[in-house]
Nanobody
């Protein structure tokens, strides 16, 4: 059973930074298998639909960002550690949400429905 576990969320003031981590475990979590999967980060704000934040391709050559976070967030991955990251800088109250990591086979996607595995989420609150 593949598991994704997010961590790193918390309370931060406007303009602050956080780094989220997503550790993948299970039968296809080795570096060999990690190379077959793209990773994505999504978020759901209170009362809102889940939205795409960022994605990184299986070979790390391609990244994609929502316009609302472009230039402030950076997605990365370390296949040797079975971990994906989301570095978030210059946070603002509109970034307050539960953040989820997800994994899908092969290519990146901005659509949540394309991802096969999801974590439970880590909450981020940005106070003004």
């Amino acid at each position: 059973q593949v598991q994704l576990v997010e961590s790193g969320g918390g309370l931060v003031q406007v303009g602050g930074s956080l780094t989220l981590s997503c550790v993948i475990s299970g039968p296809t979590s080795s570096a060999f298998f990690m190379g077959a999967y793209s990773m994505g980060w999504f978020r759901r704000a209170p009362g809102e639909e889940r939205e795409f934040v960022a994605a990184i391709s299986r070979n790390t050559f391609t990244t994609s960002y929502a316009d609302t976070v472009k230039g402030r967030f950076t997605i990365s991955r370390d296949s040797a550690k079975n971990t994906a990251y989301l570095q978030m800088n210059n946070l603002n109250p509109e970034d307050t949400a539960v953040y989820y990591c997800a994994r899908r086979l092969y290519t990146c996607s901005v659509y949540a429905a394309d991802y096969q595995y999801w974590g439970q989420g880590t909450p981020v609150t940005v106070s003004s």
